[in-house]
């Protein structure tokens, strides 16, 4: 079964960190671009950070450059998400999402080809 596993999510306090980390089962991220997407209390999916396969290329939303950071690793099928200076209004269920092929720009929620299950992180002042 072909799935997106997160995990890393939790309670913090503003200005602290947190890495998050996707793993594809039975899937590969090969040929994909694969990232994150998050979901506040009451708000629209929205996408946060994608990187490309093969050169890597990243994007990120305007509202985490700077803090965030996505990378991942291929020898181990993952994908991460890097979170400095974490602010109140970053608390949310945060997704990761692959879509095949080279991505130009951000990923989009109706273009996604897979989904995580969340997971959740909240940020306390």
């Known amino acids: 079964q072909e799935q997106l596993v997160e995990s890393g999510g939790g309670l913090v306090q503003a200005g602290q960190s947190l890495r998050l980390s996707c793993v594809a089962s039975?899937?590969?991220?090969?040929?994909?671009?694969s990232g994150w997407f998050r979901q506040g209390p009451g708000k629209e999916r929205e996408f946060v950070a994608h990187?490309?396969?093969?050169?890597?290329?990243?994007y990120y939303s305007d509202s985490v450059k700077g803090r965030f950071t996505v990378s991942r690793d291929n020898a181990k099928n993952t994908v991460y998400l890097q979170m400095n200076g974490l602010q109140v209004e970053d608390t949310a269920a945060y997704y990761c999402?692959?879509?095949?092929?080279?991505?130009?720009?951000?990923?989009?929620?109706?273009?996604?080809?897979?989904w995580g299950q969340g997971t959740q992180v909240t940020v306390s002042s």
């Open positions: 999402a692959a879509q095949y092929g080279y991505v130009l720009g951000p990923l989009k929620v109706t273009t996604v080809d897979c």
């Open positions: 039975g899937r590969t991220f090969s040929n994909h671009a």
């Open positions: 990187i490309n396969w093969g050169d890597g290329t990243t």
